[in-house]
């Protein structure tokens, strides 16, 4: 009787190790994040000299062509933001040059949508004097997604389907 038990509890461990090291292969077939790196030269800027920002989007090594990029750009404090859809560039690269005509803290958010996954750094940039910032509770560069954060995904959704 103890022999079957030993068994037994021989069987049952194997297969809990059998079922674990299952798991762990499924964790690293998964699609791997997309990253989104925004920079912004200069990010101190004067009025009427232009801007570059630039989000670069790669998942894993690989550079990411097809991503949907959104970029959100307003004044600390001001209501009106001004949201553009930027085209592909180059090597995963999607680029806006802008001039400001009035000083301030602006912000940026580029909204990245590529492969099912939605991700949207947040960076502040200045031109000429800074104004007062925004009190914000959040750091400048959040990754990944957080629904209260982003209210406008059911906007951006619906304009962005079928172009
Ligand atoms: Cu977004």
């Known amino acids: 009787m103890k022999k079957?038990?030993?068994?037994?509890?021989?069987v049952l461990c194997l297969s809990i190790v059998a079922s674990c090291s299952n798991q762990k292969e499924k964790a690293d077939t998964l699609p791997k994040m997309v990253k989104v790196d925004l920079s912004i030269k200069?990010?101190?800027?004067?009025?009427?000299?232009?801007?570059?920002?630039?989000?670069?989007?790669?998942?894993g090594k690989e550079i990411v062509k097809?991503?949907?990029?959104?970029?959100?750009?307003?004044?600390?404090?001001?209501?009106?933001?001004?949201?553009?859809?930027?085209?592909?560039?180059?090597?995963?690269?999607?680029?806006?040059?802008?001039?400001?005509s009035r000083e301030g803290?602006?912000?940026?958010?580029?909204?990245?949508?590529?492969?099912?996954?939605?991700?949207?750094?947040?960076?502040?940039?200045?031109?000429?004097k800074?104004?007062?910032p925004e009190d914000s509770k959040h750091k400048d560069s959040m990754d990944g997604m957080n629904m209260d954060e982003h209210q406008d995904q059911d906007n951006h959704d619906k304009s962005n389907k079928g172009n």
């Open 105 to 128: 803290t602006y912000y940026i958010i580029s909204h990245v949508t590529a492969r099912d996954m939605h991700n949207m750094p947040k960076k502040e940039f200045t031109v000429g």
């Open 4 to 10: 079957i038990i030993i068994i037994f509890m021989a």
């Open 66 to 100: 097809d991503a949907e990029v959104i970029f959100e750009i307003w004044r600390a404090n001001d209501e009106k933001h001004e949201k553009m859809e930027i085209k592909h560039a180059e090597n995963g690269i999607y680029r806006l040059e802008k001039t400001f």
């Open 130 to 132: 800074p104004s007062e």
């Open 42 to 59: 200069p990010d101190k800027g004067e009025v009427t000299q232009p801007i570059t920002f630039e989000a670069k989007v790669t998942q």
